[in-house]
């Protein structure tokens, strides 16, 4: 079907308007409350003590969510393409759980399962060890809504690959892990380097859920995204503003290296 001009002219300019009053205008609302004291107040508001500490436990999630969920994505991506067993639509269901339900109700889950008068609340009553409104419960947060992204961005992959080359490598005398690290790993690192790219991104977001398991105490379980709740909740405004400018900074940054990967993974299918 082919659309007359001005219908494609007037489609362009309403989506436009649209993509303006729903990102553009908020955002730049935000970033000229930000620099309008200066570059000095902005600075000054990200190096406080409890700016650093936060972005020091976010980046620490990070750095502990990321792994595990190569770890454990990439062989449930492998079985998910290579095997076929009874289950297995129940379990795509499950890995796409996290896009479906509400963070919120991900941290009451999660309260259930390990609070004190929860499930597991004897890890806590018995050993000690504080899961919930404490570091580990933040992590366990994380890592339930970012589940999904290596996983999703690794089996596509997988298919399109096939078993022809694992298969030769095989019939050529190779271990299983010379084959996954010779020729599936080298095959499938576009989709996993973007999946970890989009696990970054959401795990540095994340607000729902972790506010559920964190008790939000500056220097000890307050991570980005809540200090910027914090400093709005308690009328330091402009504070909020900074930090939401430092995050939508390393959103930046994170769009930037997904359209790089887009533009190298078309290059190489091609």
Do not use: C
């Not at 200066?38 to 500490?53: C, D, H, V």
């Not at 992204?149 to 005398?173: K, M, N, W």
């Not at 499938?188 to 795990?203: D, E, K």
């Not at 359209?259 to 190489?268: P, S, T």
């Amino acid at each position: 079907m082919t659309l007359s001009p001005l219908v494609r002219y007037l489609a362009r300019y309403v989506a436009l308007a649209y993509i303006t009053v729903l990102v553009i205008v908020p955002v730049g609302l935000i970033l000229w409350r930000t620099f309008q004291p200066g570059l000095g107040e902005f600075f000054t508001q990200i190096t406080t003590p409890a700016a650093i500490s936060a972005l020091q436990l976010s980046l620490l999630v990070v750095a502990i969510v990321v792994p595990l969920n190569v770890l454990f994505g990439v062989p449930t991506a492998l079985v998910l393409a290579r095997n076929r067993f009874r289950g297995k639509s129940v379990l795509q269901a499950v890995i796409d759980l996290p896009f479906a339900v509400s963070p919120v109700v991900v941290g009451v889950a999660l309260i259930l399962l390990w609070g004190s008068a929860g499930l597991l609340g004897f890890v806590e009553n018995s050993w000690g060890l504080k899961i919930i409104f404490g570091f580990p419960g933040i992590v366990l947060a994380s890592i339930f809504v970012t589940v999904p992204f290596v996983i999703r961005e690794v089996e596509p992959v997988l298919h399109e690959l096939g078993t022809d080359q694992e298969e030769a490598a095989s019939t050529l005398g190779a271990q299983w892990w010379q084959t996954f690290w010779r020729i599936t790993l080298p095959s499938i690192r576009w989709g996993l380097t973007y999946g970890i790219v989009l696990t970054v991104a959401r795990t540095l977001g994340e607000y729902g859920a972790v506010i559920m398991v964190s008790s939000n105490l500056p220097g000890q379980s307050q991570t980005l995204t809540l200090l910027v709740s914090d400093r709005y909740s308690r009328g330091a405004e402009y504070g909020a503003y900074a930090v939401s400018t430092l995050l939508m900074a390393v959103a930046v940054i994170v769009l930037i290296v997904q359209v790089i990967l887009d533009a190298r993974r078309v290059r190489a299918a091609q």
